[in-house]
């Protein structure tokens, strides 16, 4: 190798050295990423530069150093790519270049394909040129952008001038173009940083959003582009760690809209500090960017120093806020918060506790508590909540209430500072105690009880309603006040499912056995695992509400029945039918042991049972009419009496009644009269057990009573014009009959008159022949004259009973009319083969009436008994008895009695035989007149007839005269007529 070979080696390596160096000490002033791998290409270029000089001298192993030095300038050139390829924003491929370097390498190993394949790394680096180019549009970008084209261009050399002084040439300009590019980023990376640093130094002194517009217009410039915005969160990714670039095309070209329809490309970074994300910084380019327009270490960095000032204005912010919160959430603490030193020196106080000293908080600040609070040297000495007892709430005279003190220190020694944080509990203690005596005092039970059923508390009410003492309540289990255990878990199972019950009915055991209804309305406590840990809750005693509901639905059924039931009884006229059917609806709807209806004759006071139910005893059901005490009949008539009354009200009841009474068991019985314009009657209603008679039922009762007299009011009026109608066809019937007898009389006194004649003779001739007879023919004769004279007697009675004459009253024997009542029924006595027996005292004093007219009521009866005992046998007995009773009422003293006593069919209703029409014979035996006409002669001369059943079969008529009980000076009968 000659000199000048030699030399120019060493000037072409100074030069490259030269800017190498350059490029190194830039390379520390800011160490960059593609600086680096920039800076290693070109050592390895000044590498090669000798061994490219020796291969073109001529050295022996030339091809060697050749093959050499092409291999180092393909990895000079393959670091630069990789250089490039950071600037271009594409780090990403640097695995890839260096593999397709040494791929090329490989290739360069064949001769013929080496200088090919180191061009071929310089060509492919020309694209990645060009977007770094397009991206920066910068001299030093597009001179970089020109430098690799030139590269590749081959000018043949003149032999004065060796090849490699032209790639000297060519690599100075490529390494001056990198230095260019280096310093623009330097430049640009200052001014970054200095507007950066100016907006934290500005947010610092309190700018706010004009320090961050002011901060945007400053990116613009420096950036180039055409806006910039800081945006409040990452509209991409809030975890990217680097710059975005957006180019319309892609799927993100809604948000480069969003922000500015003009924009071809947006570069967005995210702003974050510490790993939180503040916001985004958003650069708005008119141009499309291939590559990054600011390189992305210089970026982050930026935007790492933005978030940072912005996170540290929020964190400011936010402690002024904070602080400002406190102060006002501290003096909106309706509390006393007091903080004092340990010399009770007042470092914060709040505002209601200042309110209580006159002064603002403060004027307070700094000055003892001695001096400004209420109460110092009377009730303390340096704090009055430091020398109060803090265990529970106390009363304090200085602040005049309850008061709840809560102190803790903040820290030790001579800079401790305590905390009193004072609660006033006036209000809440007045409302535990108001619900406290509420809670203690309320009649309803209220209880909590745990879910297996131990009571927690309860009150008096609850005590008292199941009949215990509140200590022995807390002792029961509540499943042993449960009637039914299912019914117990069925309510536990709806409140655990919905959390609570409404008026649940529970039916509940008292103390005694006795079982009772409440409502229950509770809810369930849980604890923060959703369990069960309570419940609480209150019961009302409804036991008589239902009771009262019950005896409603009752009332209104049987109203419902009681109407019906007179709707039923105002169609009937059957008055029998009536009183039946009532007595049998009040003991079914009402429930009594007990029901009879009696019907009462005011004047005579006779009482007669015609309805009964529920009888047991024989004397019970076969009551026989008696005589009311005038006194019950008087009280029941005035009207004075409720609709119903207690049977205790009335004055002493008949014996009859009272044997009844006790043959039947009655202990509680009530009367209900039937009285309209008159008094019908009354209702008996009765229980065998102690009971008393509801108030409604009573109204229901008299309801009902009120439509049974009016129903019976009507029946009778009915029947009264029914007798009335009867009595006109029997006074119809009598003035037939009494022209009939008129007839016959008149038949009778003819027949009588002609028989007299031939009688006469009879009696005549029969005299004269007595001396003229035998001893036996005088016997016959005797028996003929007997009978003669029988015979006249009866004709001179028919005479007599045939005369027309008027009613006299006389004074009369009573056993001298029945004989001559026996007497002209004889024949047909003995006809019917009927024995008569007389029982007749003697010395009865005499009556005053009408002969005639009591021998045609003493003919009726016996023809009545004589009927009867032919029904049952073709034989029979009639009794006749008399005697004097002393037992008669007090207007009519003693009365003769006289019985007729037979032994024939009987009678079945004895207190209907006297009704006219009323007959038990069979169809044409009789009328139904006979009795009736006994009945009316015998009121008509003041005295009375009864009639009642003998056992165990037959008939009793008896016939009661009120005796004289002085010498009268009338007529007897022997002289009258």
Not at 5 to 10: A, F, P, V
């Amino acid at each position: 190798m000659n000199s000048e070979l030699l030399t120019l080696l060493l000037l072409e390596t100074a030069i490259i050295a030269v800017l190498v160096l350059i490029c190194f000490l830039l390379e520390r002033a800011s160490p960059e990423a593609w600086m680096k791998r920039w800076n290693l290409g070109w050592l390895i270029f000044l590498a090669h530069l000798p061994l490219s000089f020796l291969a073109d001298s001529g050295l022996p192993h030339a091809d060697v150093l050749k093959s050499i030095a092409l291999i180092l300038a393909l990895s000079a050139n393959t670091a630069i790519a990789v250089a490039v390829a950071y600037l271009a924003g594409r780090s990403k491929w640097e695995r890839m270049i260096w593999f397709t370097g040494g791929t090329l390498a490989l290739a360069g190993m064949v001769p013929p394909l080496s200088l090919p394949a180191v061009y071929a790394m310089t060509l492919a680096t020309i694209p990645l040129a060009f977007i770094h180019a397009q991206s920066r549009r910068s001299p030093g970008s597009w001179l970089l952008f020109a430098a690799f084209p030139i590269r590749l261009i081959r000018i043949p050399a003149p032999p004065t001038m060796p090849l490699h002084l032209l790639d000297t040439v060519r690599a100075g300009l490529l390494l001056v173009a990198g230095m260019l590019v280096f310093l623009e980023q330097l430049r640009e990376g200052r001014r970054w940083r200095g507007a950066t640093l100016r907006f934290s130094a500005a947010m610092a002194d309190g700018g706010g959003a004009p320090e961050v517009e002011r901060l945007c217009r400053q990116l613009t410039e420096i950036s180039g582009a055409e806006l910039a915005r800081i945006l409040e969160e990452d509209p991409l990714d809030p975890v990217k760690k680097r710059s975005a670039i957006l180019s319309p095309g892609n799927n993100r070209e809604t948000l480069m809209q969003s922000i500015d329809p003009k924009l071809k490309g947006l570069v967005v970074t995210p702003l974050k500090t510490g790993g939180q994300l503040v916001g985004s910084l958003c650069l708005g380019y008119d141009r499309w960017l291939p590559g990054p327009p600011v390189p992305r270490e210089l970026m982050q960095e930026v935007c790492d120093q933005i978030a940072t000032t912005l996170r540290g204005c929020q964190l400011t912010a936010h402690l002024t806020r904070t602080h400002r919160e406190w102060l006002n959430t501290v003096d909106s603490i309706h509390d006393f918060i007091l903080v004092h030193d340990t010399e009770s020196r007042i470092e914060r106080v709040n505002r209601p506790l200042a309110h209580t000293t006159g002064l603002s908080p403060e004027q307070l600040v700094g000055r003892p508590c001695r001096e400004v609070l209420p109460g110092a040297g009377e009730n303390w000495k340096d704090c009055p909540f430091c020398e109060s007892s803090n265990t529970g709430e106390n009363f304090n005279s200085d602040f005049g209430g309850y008061f709840l003190v809560s102190t803790s220190t903040s820290a030790a020694g001579d800079a401790a500072s305590v905390l009193h944080v004072v609660r006033d509990v006036s209000a809440r203690k007045a409302a535990e105690d108001r619900y406290r005596y509420i809670f203690e005092n309320v009649r309803e039970g209220v209880f909590i009880s745990t879910p297996d059923g131990r009571l927690l508390d309860c009150n008096d009410g609850l005590a008292r309603m199941l009949g215990y003492s509140r200590e022995e309540m807390l002792s029961v289990n509540v499943g042993v006040l449960w009637v039914d255990e299912a019914d117990r878990s069925a309510q536990i199972e709806l409140m655990d499912r919905q959390g609570y019950v409404e008026e649940y009915e529970v039916h509940l055991r008292r103390r005694t056995g006795e079982t009772i209804v409440g409502q229950e309305t509770s809810f369930a406590r849980r604890n923060s695992a959703g369990k069960v840990v309570s419940y609480q809750g209150f019961i009302v005693d409804v036991t008589e509400r239902k009771k009262a509901e019950r005896e409603l639905r009752r009332q209104n059924d049987i109203l419902s029945q009681v109407n019906s039931l007179s709707a039923r009884m105002t169609h009937r006229l059957d008055r029998q039918q009536v009183v039946n059917t009532v007595a049998e609806e009040i003991r079914r709807l009402f429930g009594f042991d007990t029901v009879a209806i009696f019907m009462i004759d005011e004047h005579t006071g006779m009482s007669t049972r015609v309805a009964a139910t529920g009888y047991r005893s024989d004397l019970g059901r076969a009551m026989t009419p008696f005589r009311a005490m005038p006194g019950v009949i008087g009280l029941l008539r005035s009207g004075g009496l409720e609709p119903i009354f207690p049977v205790a009200r009335l004055p002493p009841l008949a014996p009859e009644l009272t044997e009844i009474r006790a043959a039947e068991g009655i202990k509680s019985m009530y009367v209900m009269p039937l009285l309209g314009e008159k008094l019908l009657g009354t209702i008996s209603v009765a229980w065998r057990t102690e009971r008393v008679l509801s108030e409604a039922d009573q109204n229901l009762l008299g309801a009902l009573g009120r439509q049974v007299n009016n129903v019976l009011s009507d029946i009778l009026l009915y029947e009264q014009a029914k007798q009335a109608y009867q009595d006109l066809q029997l006074a119809q019937e009598q003035l037939l009959q009494s022209q009939k007898l008129a007839a016959v009389g008149q038949l009778v006194s003819g027949v009588a008159h002609e028989l007299n004649n031939p009688l006469a003779a009879i009696i005549g001739y029969s005299q004269l022949l007595e001396s003229h007879v035998t001893p036996k023919g005088a016997d016959y004769l005797e028996k003929l004259l007997r009978q003669a004279k029988r015979t006249q007697k009866i004709i001179q009675d028919l005479l007599t009973f045939s005369r027309q004459r008027k009613p006299e009253r006389s004074v009369l024997d009573l056993n001298a009319v029945v004989e001559g009542a026996l007497m002209l029924r004889d024949f047909d006595i003995r006809a019917n083969h009927v024995q008569v027996i007389r029982q007749l005292a003697c010395e009865l004093p005499p009556v005053m009436g009408d002969r005639h007219q009591l021998e045609q009521a003493f003919l009726n009866i016996i023809q009545n008994a004589c009927d009867a005992i032919l029904e049952v046998s073709p034989t029979g007995t009639l009794e006749v008895r008399s005697y004097l009773s002393e037992n008669g009422p007090a207007h009519k003293k003693r009365q003769v009695v006289l019985e007729f006593l037979d032994d024939g069919v009987g009678m079945k209703e004895p207190n209907r035989v006297f009704e006219p029409f009323y007959t038990t014979k069979k169809v044409g035996m009789g009328t139904g007149l006979g009795l009736s006409i006994c009945y009316g002669i015998l009121k008509e001369h003041g005295g009375e007839i009864e009639a009642e059943s003998r056992d165990p079969h037959g008939a009793i008529f008896r016939v009661k005269m009120p005796a004289i009980e002085e010498s009268v000076d009338t007529p007897s009968d022997a002289t009258a007529g």
